[in-house]
């Protein structure tokens, strides 16, 4: 079945760079043709969009609270998508969640923590 693993969170200062990894496996088609996102929330929030890879060779998509600082990127030799996380903030804590999607299916990681406090 298919299973995503993230990985990278932790406690980090403001001002500071994290990077959150999320490792696939058992998809039933390549790796290349899953759009991956990032996503986050925080108690008693919805489930936000961070950011999305649509596909290998699709356009990436960003909220507009982390232009800039956050970055989405894939190695599809490793089945694995990145989230680089710069200039980090106290309002970026949250639990981050990994989706894989194609057509109508989704499939979620288990989430990592990730605490911006001085």
């Known amino acids: 079945q298919v299973q995503l693993v993230e990985s990278g969170g932790g406690l980090v200062q403001p001002g500071g760079s994290l990077r959150l990894s999320c490792a696939a496996s058992?998809?039933?088609?390549?790796?290349?043709?899953?759009?991956m996102s990032w996503y986050r929330q925080t108690p008693g929030k919805e489930r936000e969009l961070v950011a999305a890879?649509?596909?290998?060779?699709?356009?990436?998509i960003y909220a507009d609270s982390v232009k800039g600082r956050f970055s989405i990127s894939r190695d599809n030799a490793k089945n694995t998508v990145y989230l680089q996380m710069n200039s980090l903030k106290p309002e970026d804590t949250a639990v981050y969640y990994c989706?894989?999607?194609?057509?109508?299916?989704?499939?979620w990681g288990q989430g990592t923590q990730v605490t911006v406090s001085s």
């Open positions: 989706k894989a999607h194609r057509f109508q299916a989704n499939y």
């Open positions: 058992g998809f039933t088609f390549s790796f290349s043709s899953y759009g």
């Open positions: 890879s649509t596909s290998a060779t699709g356009p990436t």
